[in-house]
């Protein structure tokens, strides 16, 4: 069965860093590429960027919103897909969707980041 | 950058049939798949279709997708309505670096 447990949400201030893990199970991790995905309160869906697999280069694409100051990282000995965050805004608040592949065929249940002072 | 139109809300009632359109502003429709997704409160989104017309296991059939090149649209049709189908639907669909989601739509069934 396929598993995608986020992790390492909470409050932050603005301006200040965070790290999400998205650590994967029942699938070989190595063969997809993951994607971040985030819903702010209330609202609609929205992209925030993917890390092809390693077959593919490894390389990442992000939305615009959060381009420069998102990173996303994978560690495949580990099942586990990063999501880095700084310079955090207030609008950067949201649940945070770790998604498998491109076409996000499985979902984990998201984690909050609230980003106030 | 390519977005995705789908209607706000639709409304039916219970055993019949609701279609929800999702419109490309530009590309074509059919050079990337696109997926359906549903969400229902408090919950992640689950997929219901993916690769424009595919019913991934446990998706009932009554869960139906197709695309329509001279409107440039895809579309989800949900027959025998439920009340348990009411939920946001969202479309999505990508490119080589980008995915796109539709703004959702509210289903309510009545």
């Known amino acids: 069965?396929?598993?995608?447990?986020?992790?390492?949400?909470?409050?932050?201030?603005?301006?200040?860093?965070l790290r999400l893990s998205c650590t994967a199970s029942g699938f070989t991790f190595g063969d997809y590429a993951m994607s971040w995905v985030r819903q702010a309160p209330g609202k609609g869906l929205e992209w925030v960027g993917f890390i092809r697999s390693k077959a593919y280069g490894g390389t990442t694409e992000y939305a615009a919103s959060v381009k420069g100051r998102f990173t996303i990282s994978r560690d495949d000995s580990k099942s586990i897909?990063?999501?880095?965050?700084?310079?955090?805004?207030?609008?950067?608040?949201?649940?945070?969707?770790?998604?498998?592949?491109?076409?996000?065929?499985?979902?984990?249940?998201g984690t909050l980041v609230t980003v106030s002072s | 950058?390519?977005?995705?139109t789908q209607p706000h809300s639709v409304s039916e009632s219970p055993?019949?049939?609701?279609?929800i359109s999702c419109t490309r502003s530009s590309g074509s429709i059919a050079s990337n798949y696109v997926q359906w997704?549903?969400?229902?409160?408090?919950s992640s989104p689950t997929t219901v279709i993916y690769e424009?017309?595919?019913?991934?296991?446990?998706?009932?059939?009554?869960?139906?997708?197709?695309?329509?090149?001279?409107?440039n649209s895809?579309?989800?049709?949900?027959?025998?309505?439920k009340t348990e189908d009411e939920a946001d639907y969202y479309c999505q669909s990508y490119d080589s670096s980008n995915q796109v989601f539709g703004g959702g739509t509210k289903l309510t069934v009545l």
């Open chain 1, 1 to 17: 069965e396929v598993q995608l447990v986020e992790s390492g949400g909470g409050l932050v201030q603005p301006g200040r860093s």
């Open chain 1, 81 to 109: 897909a990063y999501l880095q965050m700084n310079s955090l805004k207030t609008e950067d608040t949201a649940v945070y969707y770790c998604t498998r592949s491109i076409t996000d065929d499985y979902w984990g249940q």
């Open chain 2, 1 to 4: 950058n390519f977005m995705l």
């Open chain 2, 15 to 19: 055993g019949k049939t609701v279609t």
């Open chain 2, 37 to 42: 997704y549903q969400q229902r409160p408090g």
């Open chain 2, 52 to 71: 424009d017309n595919q019913r991934p296991s446990g998706v009932p059939d009554r869960f139906s997708g197709s695309i329509d090149s001279s409107s």
């Open chain 2, 74 to 81: 895809a579309s989800l049709t949900i027959s025998g309505l």
